[in-house]
């Protein structure tokens, strides 16, 4: 059975300041995992997916098969980052193509 | 960019009464709308999912005349939560892919609070 892990619910730094929001995941087949966020009072929307490689308002994430990870990361956090996020796994094994997520990342950047 | 409209936001109902969350897509024909719902502190977990014109597909453990989905045109689709208890006090919300390929961008609602006293 997939499995998305988020092992921080609260994670806060400093502006400027480095962030990774952790992902882990279990899956039997190839994952295909995604980065949604919530920003304060809006809808929950897609950040990035592992199979575009982009960066996206300077986040990245690289999918770490050996160890199971997609973490989340930017070098120097914004305030305007404050957010929910929430790591996604798309499961092919029904064939319906159906996204499990993590249980959420609270992140807030400290002025 | 593609909107989804969930509605109503927030509802309070009497135990044994039935609640219907309408989720539309605003400016394209969702081919595939699912319905998630998230308890307190816990991770949005997917309930059913929902083709145009044809039978939901629920996951296990759902119950699929309890929590009733219609899928009638290409821009909405119901879920209607019947003879409501506190415990499906929850947060509903629901998206929508406006593509059969694969993987295509999911665009989600705002979500409804659902409180049953």
């Known amino acids: 059975a997939q499995r998305v892990t988020q092992p921080e619910k609260l994670l806060s730094v400093f502006k400027g300041a480095p962030v990774e929001l952790k992902c882990n995941y279990s899956?039997?087949?190839?994952?295909?995992l995604f980065w949604y966020v919530q920003y304060s009072r809006q809808r929950l929307q897609l950040l990035l997916r592992?199979?575009s490689r982009e960066s996206i308002k300077g986040f990245t994430a690289d999918l770490n098969k050996g160890e199971t990870s997609f973490h989340l990361k930017k070098p120097f956090a914004q305030e305007e980052d404050s957010a929910m996020y929430y790591c996604?796994?798309?499961?092919?094994?029904?064939?319906?193509?159906?996204?499990?997520f993590g249980t959420g990342t609270r992140l807030t950047v400290i002025p | 960019g593609a909107v989804v409209s969930q509605h109503p936001s927030w509802v309070i109902c009497k135990s044994g009464t039935s609640v219907k969350i309408e989720c539309r897509s605003l400016?394209?024909?969702?081919?595939?709308m699912f319905w998630y719902r998230q308890f307190p502190k816990q991770s949005l977990m997917l309930m059913a999912t929902?083709?145009?014109?044809?039978?939901?597909?629920?996951e296990q453990g759902v119950e699929k005349d309890k929590f009733l989905i219609n899928h009638a045109s290409l821009t909405l689709s119901t879920l209607t939560v019947t003879s409501a208890h506190p415990e499906d006090s929850s947060f509903y919300i629901c998206?929508?892919?406006?593509?059969?390929?694969?993987?295509?961008?999911?665009?989600f609602g705002n979500g409804t609070r659902l409180t049953v006293t």
């Open positions: 998206s929508a892919r406006g593509s059969a390929v694969q993987n295509s961008p999911l665009h």
């Open positions: 899956y039997s087949g190839s994952p295909e």
């Open positions: 592992h199979i």
């Open positions: 996604a796994l798309v499961s092919s094994e029904t064939g319906a193509n159906n996204l499990f």
């Open positions: 400016d394209f024909q969702a081919t595939t």
């Open positions: 929902s083709n145009e014109g044809s039978k939901a597909t629920y």
